[in-house]
């Protein structure tokens, strides 16, 4: 695998403004007072102030898109034109109407004067409107957004760390479907065991989420789990009621098999965003997890970063601020891994271990016609020659016969006439 530079076109940014401001909300919550429904205005009051914050969530995952204000149920922004259309401004009233019952309109402009100037407009003429410029839209629905999957590495069975990271997606990214909590092992026979531990893990997440419901946070001590009560506002209550219902999956990975395991989640391409959360990973499997990851163009890689631990109840998101108290680092997107893919090189390993075989057999043949030139050979020769006539001619060397061996070879050398009557006579 190689590390490459991705190359990006230079594209200019024509930024506009858009100014948002919830309809008839005063009036509403006045309504409902004088009625004497203080419960359902103090719901329409926290219901407003979490609609708010999915919009801020929203757009902070948006680039291209930041917020200049945001307060009560106004929230002033400005936003590349190029990059973003319409629709995404619908969106962002669309979420507001989505938790309040109650409609949002929009005026945009080419500064901050003239969005005020388009949004008093909307306001007095068809509210829930956006107007652009100088043109009065009723903006047609955005299509559904990609699905998301989020897959959860881990390791230990506490869930805070993983409810963080929960919540956290299910905030800033649209249509999350489901969360796979992953364990990597690399003994198959220890399966049924990690499977055990996730089931554990699995029903330690939706209990513990339960609990935060009714103010009350789970602690463990020892293999027990103590109950404790603590002071959680309602809108940060009702962030844990949206991932209350997700669902969770688990899945064993065989270490040997991670490439083709992660393959198999990637089989849907584009269709299904995919987010990976290595935050628990054991260290010594997270090169190995980005490497496969980037070689296949996966740059949704994650870990969540508490700025400061206190290893209890405060660590958990309702008392943390993105990007102030906590990070959600995209490790594909550092100053030293930004813009930059692993490449496969799919070099052939029989090919290799060929070139291996052939590199040790031209070494061998090297050295034995060094020998050669040497004339190392050329003497040793000449000395098993001499050895053998020896042998065969100096009879002497053995008195008590020759070894049958020699004589074969003597068989096979002429011997002269006058030596072999000799040898009958005697």
């Known amino acids: 695998m190689q590390i490459i530079h991705e190359s990006h076109p230079t594209q200019s940014k024509t930024f506009k403004y858009a100014f948002f401001d919830g309809d008839n909300i005063g009036i509403s919550i006045e309504n409902l007072l004088n009625n004497g429904k203080i419960k359902e205005a103090s719901r329409l009051s926290e219901s407003i102030k979490f609609a708010i914050f999915k919009i801020e969530s929203f757009i902070h995952l948006s680039e291209g898109a930041n917020i200049i204000i945001s307060g009560g149920d106004d929230i002033l922004i400005k936003y590349d034109s190029e990059q973003y259309n319409h629709q995404f401004l619908e969106k962002i009233t669309q979420i507001f109407s989505g938790y309040t019952g109650l409609s949002m309109s929009c005026g945009v402009g080419k500064n901050i004067s003239q969005a005020i100037n388009n949004l008093m407009i909307v306001k007095q003429t068809i509210k829930g409107s956006i107007k652009i410029d100088n043109c009065n839209d009723k903006v047609t629905k ?50 049924n065991r990690a499977r055990d531990k996730l089931d554990r893990l699995k029903q330690n997440i939706k209990t513990q989420i339960s609990s935060l419901l009714k103010a009350i946070y789970l602690k463990k001590d020892g293999d027990k789990w103590e109950s404790i009560d603590i002071e959680i506002d309602s809108i940060s209550q009702k962030r844990y009621g949206e991932i209350e219902n997700l669902y969770l999956d688990t899945k064993v990975m065989f270490y040997q098999e991670l490439e083709e395991e992660i393959d198999y989640f990637l089989r849907d391409g584009d269709r299904i965003l995919h987010i990976f959360d290595v935050t628990a990973v054991l260290k010594s499997y997270l090169v190995d997890l980005y490497m496969i990851l980037r070689s296949k163009k996966i740059s949704t890689i994650y870990s969540f970063e508490l700025f400061k631990r206190t290893y209890d109840h405060r660590d958990l998101i309702h008392n943390q601020e993105y990007k102030k ?102």
Request: glycine share 2%; aromatic share 12%; proline share 5%.
């Open 325 to 426: 108290t906590y990070d959600f680092v995209c490790l594909a997107n550092t100053i030293h891994t930004k813009d930059r893919i692993v490449e496969n090189l799919n070099v052939d390993v029989s090919i290799i271990e060929e070139s291996s075989s052939f590199t040790n057999l031209k070494s061998k043949l090297t050295n034995f016609l060094t020998w050669m030139q040497n004339g190392q050979i050329i003497f040793s020769f000449f000395s098993a020659l001499m050895g053998i006539l020896l042998l065969i001619i100096y009879p002497k060397l053995f008195p008590s016969g020759f070894p049958k061996w020699v004589e074969k070879i003597q068989e096979l050398l002429p011997s002269s006439p006058a030596k072999t009557e000799s040898e009958k006579s005697q």
């Open 142 to 191: 955005i299509k559904d957004m990609t699905e998301t999957k989020l897959y959860i590495f881990t390791t230990s069975e506490i869930p805070d760390p993983y409810i963080n990271v929960i919540a956290h997606c299910k905030s800033y990214y649209e249509n999350i479907s489901q969360a796979i909590l992953i364990e990597i092992i690399e003994d198959k026979g220890k399966i």
